[in-house]
């Protein structure tokens, strides 16, 4: 059968964005239009459609993004999948790859140096207003226990299901369809994802050493971002992190732009060795915080908290009424006792010299064959290389899964970026392999 711009313009009877996105997709999971078909040019069916090549060139991106469609250049658009829901494509494609022996891209705590639970359960009903049917930002136990903490003096807080599920209801509720938004350039890939559903103009901030670069900064924000994704304690990718002279230089370029949002993700705070700061002690009326403990107390209490202006956190509630509303107080409650436990506070610092332990047996066996990992702490090590597709599969010959650098880089660094939380033998051997995949003895 021949799928013609003839067909198309029989079957494509609504011609707004909406509705070719959605007729494609029908026309995509009957079958109609089966995996393989290779679509029309863009200004082809415009013009047989008699709408502008901009509309289509939108529905077309919709619908790559959703991993349906997939092409670029002259070889065009071909239909690659018939999924229904949209999903985060990077990871998505990392998640459903083949088992592998020595998988490094699990960045996360390892379960034998977690808290227990245990006593943080024992007593359900010390949760005030447990099972009433309101919408409460936050429990007042962790408002309490997160404000001593807090890198700055926020004026409000709310509680949500981790950090990533607070970053999806935060850009969701601030940042309009289509927009451009800063994004410290490495970052991890699920943000990207979510910009990427957003429809965002992802624009990479530089960094160095010492976290995000001013003059990229600047560069960028000039260029119309209305808001501004950084890390402002421990970069979950590099494992760097910000000094307070940097800190002071980006909020000097923020104040001077005052119609950015500044989103800030602070997932491993406990894990810095430094206290983390905040854009908030300059410009707080701008700022959303975000922190996770889920690194520090374990996946099943997963369990985030926001601050911002009072004002912008009733517009995150106001999303998210979309869903389930406030998070569990019951969850809520066992993360603020665990946050204010004196045991579970020594638990997780004994991780945290683990941790770093785990990473300097691999930077030591790294540098005994010249090559520096450079400063860092948290899960994971980003590494430079010559050539990224060609590390990956040498790695791949040898049993060793790492991620791709360029599904945590807008900017498509040739890295690659591996886990250690894990890693209790072998560093030798892997340092062996790294060394053998290409890495580069710095950053170009």
């Given at each position: 059968?021949?799928?013609?711009?003839?067909?198309?313009?029989?079957?494509?009877?609504?011609?707004?964005?909406?509705?070719?996105?959605?007729?494609?997709?029908?026309?995509?999971?009957?079958?109609?239009?089966?995996?393989?078909?290779?679509?029309?040019?863009?200004?082809?069916?415009?013009?047989?459609?008699?709408?502008?090549?901009?509309?289509?060139?939108?529905?077309?991106?919709?619908?790559?993004?959703?991993?349906?469609?997939?092409?670029?250049?002259?070889?065009?658009?071909?239909?690659?999948?018939?999924?229904?829901?949209?999903?985060?494509?990077?990871?998505?494609?990392?998640?459903?790859?083949?088992?592998?022996?020595?998988?490094?891209?699990?960045?996360?705590?390892?379960?034998?140096?977690?808290?227990?639970?245990?006593?943080?359960?024992?007593?359900?009903?010390?949760?005030?207003?447990?099972?009433?049917?309101?919408?409460?930002?936050?429990?007042?136990?962790?408002?309490?226990?997160?404000?001593?903490?807090?890198?700055?003096?926020?004026?409000?807080?709310?509680?949500?299901?981790?950090?990533?599920?607070?970053?999806?209801?935060?850009?969701?509720?601030?940042?309009?369809?289509?927009?451009?938004?800063?994004?410290?350039?490495?970052?991890?890939?699920?943000?990207?994802?979510?910009?990427?559903?957003?429809?965002?103009?992802?624009?990479?901030?530089?960094?160095?050493?010492?976290?995000?670069?001013?003059?990229?900064?600047?560069?960028?924000?000039?260029?119309?971002?209305?808001?501004?994704?950084?890390?402002?304690?421990?970069?979950?990718?590099?494992?760097?992190?910000?000094?307070?002279?940097?800190?002071?230089?980006?909020?000097?370029?923020?104040?001077?732009?005052?119609?950015?949002?500044?989103?800030?993700?602070?997932?491993?705070?406990?894990?810095?060795?430094?206290?983390?700061?905040?854009?908030?002690?300059?410009?707080?009326?701008?700022?959303?915080?975000?922190?996770?403990?889920?690194?520090?107390?374990?996946?099943?209490?997963?369990?985030?908290?926001?601050?911002?202006?009072?004002?912008?956190?009733?517009?995150?509630?106001?999303?998210?009424?979309?869903?389930?509303?406030?998070?569990?107080?019951l969850l809520q409650s066992a993360a603020a006792w665990m946050a204010g436990d004196a045991e579970t506070t020594r638990i997780v610092a004994?991780?945290?010299?683990?941790?770093?332990?785990?990473?300097?047996?691999?930077?030591?066996?790294?540098?005994?064959?010249?090559?520096?990992?450079?400063?860092?702490?948290?899960?994971?090590?980003?590494?430079?290389?010559?050539?990224?597709?060609?590390?990956?599969?040498?790695?791949?010959?040898?049993?060793?899964?790492?991620?791709?650098?360029?599904?945590?880089?807008?900017?498509?660094?040739?890295?690659?970026?591996?886990?250690?939380?894990?890693?209790?033998?072998?560093?030798?051997?892997?340092?062996?392999?790294?060394?053998?995949?290409?890495?580069?003895?710095?950053?170009?």
């Open positions: 059968m021949e799928w013609n711009t003839e067909w198309f313009v029989q079957r494509l009877h609504d011609r707004s964005v909406r509705g070719l996105v959605r007729q494609l997709a029908a026309l995509v999971q009957s079958g109609a239009l089966p995996v393989g078909t290779r679509l029309p040019a863009i200004r082809d069916l415009a013009y047989a459609l008699e709408i502008s090549p901009a509309t289509v060139s939108i529905a077309w991106g919709q619908l790559r993004r959703r991993s349906m469609i997939d092409g670029r250049g002259r070889s065009g658009m071909f239909v690659i999948g018939t999924s229904i829901a949209p999903r985060p494509v990077r990871r998505t494609a990392s998640v459903g790859l083949a088992h592998m022996p020595f998988d490094l891209t699990s960045y996360t705590p390892d379960v034998t140096l977690l808290p227990s639970l245990a006593s943080a359960f024992a007593a359900p009903d010390r949760t005030p207003n447990l099972n009433v049917n309101d919408d409460e930002a936050i429990v007042e136990s962790l408002r309490a226990v997160s404000a001593d903490s807090w890198p700055y003096d926020a004026e409000d807080f709310m509680g949500c299901d981790g950090g990533y599920s607070g970053l999806y209801d935060t850009l969701h509720a601030l940042v309009p369809p289509g927009s451009i938004v800063a994004v410290e350039d490495p970052t991890p890939m699920r943000v990207l994802d979510i910009l990427d559903h957003l429809g965002a103009s992802i624009l990479p901030v530089r960094s160095d050493l010492h976290g995000p670069m001013p003059d990229s900064l600047e560069r960028v924000v000039a260029r119309g971002a209305v808001a501004v994704y950084l890390h402002p304690g421990l970069n979950a990718v590099t494992g760097r992190t910000v000094p307070r002279s940097r800190l002071e230089s980006l909020a000097a370029i923020m104040t001077a732009a005052p119609s950015a949002w500044i989103i800030e993700d602070d997932p491993l705070s406990r894990f810095n060795p430094f206290p983390s700061g905040s854009l908030g002690a300059w410009c707080p009326d701008r700022v959303v915080h975000i922190r996770s403990l889920s690194a520090f107390f374990g996946p099943d209490l997963r369990v985030g908290i926001i601050s911002a202006t009072a004002r912008i956190i009733r517009e995150i509630c106001a999303f998210r009424s979309f869903g389930p509303g406030c998070p569990s107080r004994h991780a945290r010299q683990v941790y770093a332990q785990r990473r300097a047996c691999l930077a030591e066996a790294l540098a005994r064959l010249g090559h520096d990992a450079g400063p860092g702490c948290g899960f994971s090590l980003w590494l430079p290389v010559r050539e990224q597709k060609a590390a990956l599969a040498c790695l791949a010959h040898n049993g060793i899964r790492v991620t791709e650098g360029s599904k945590c880089s807008p900017s498509g660094q040739p890295h690659i970026r591996l886990s250690f939380s894990h890693l209790v033998s072998d560093q030798e051997w892997l340092a062996g392999h790294l060394v053998a995949a290409g890495l580069l003895t710095k950053e170009a």
